[in-house]
């Protein structure tokens, strides 16, 4: 992988590196209580831990933003996102619309109708309170 600065100035850093650097610098904290905070399951943290992604090898943003609120404050997201050689979405609501509307587009009439009517009832839901 090529060398990418990320916005501490830590050139190099993958991440890999940047996790195993989170777990060593956090000794109370482990690969399991990342993922669970994160939301992402355990085999996938420990696979971008060390190095094997897999085919593709593409993380979601919005893994990669909650992987940046699963970890400590002295690892923003910028950083998460700059080790995974990316750049942070100005907009993750943005970038979800945009997906969701090319799913929209992608269904029949009748999927589209039932869609739009999941989404109504699900805007009726209380909304989760966010931890942090």
């Known amino acids: 992988m090529e060398p990418i600065e990320t916005p501490t100035g830590q050139a190099g850093e993958d991440l890999g590196a940047l996790l195993r650097c989170v777990l060593s610098?956090?000794?109370?904290?482990?690969?399991?209580?990342?993922?669970?905070?994160?939301?992402?399951?355990?085999?996938?943290?420990?696979?971008?831990?060390?190095?094997?992604?897999?085919?593709g090898g593409r993380i979601a943003s919005d893994d990669l933003r909650a992987?940046?609120?699963?970890?400590?404050?002295?690892?923003?997201?910028?950083?998460?996102?700059?080790?995974?050689?990316?750049?942070?979405?100005?907009?993750?609501?943005?970038?979800r619309e945009i997906r969701l509307l090319e799913i929209y587009r992608g269904l029949d009439a009748d999927q589209q109708r039932a869609l739009v009517e999941m989404a109504r009832a699900l805007a009726k839901l209380p909304r989760p309170r966010r931890a942090g």
């Open 25 to 55: 610098e956090n000794p109370g904290l482990t690969q399991k209580r990342i993922a669970e905070r994160a939301g992402i399951p355990y085999a996938t943290l420990n696979a971008w831990v060390t190095g094997r992604r897999g085919a």
């Open 67 to 95: 992987l940046a609120d699963a970890l400590p404050e002295a690892y923003p997201a910028a950083r998460v996102f700059a080790a995974a050689g990316r750049r942070t979405p100005a907009d993750l609501d943005a970038e």
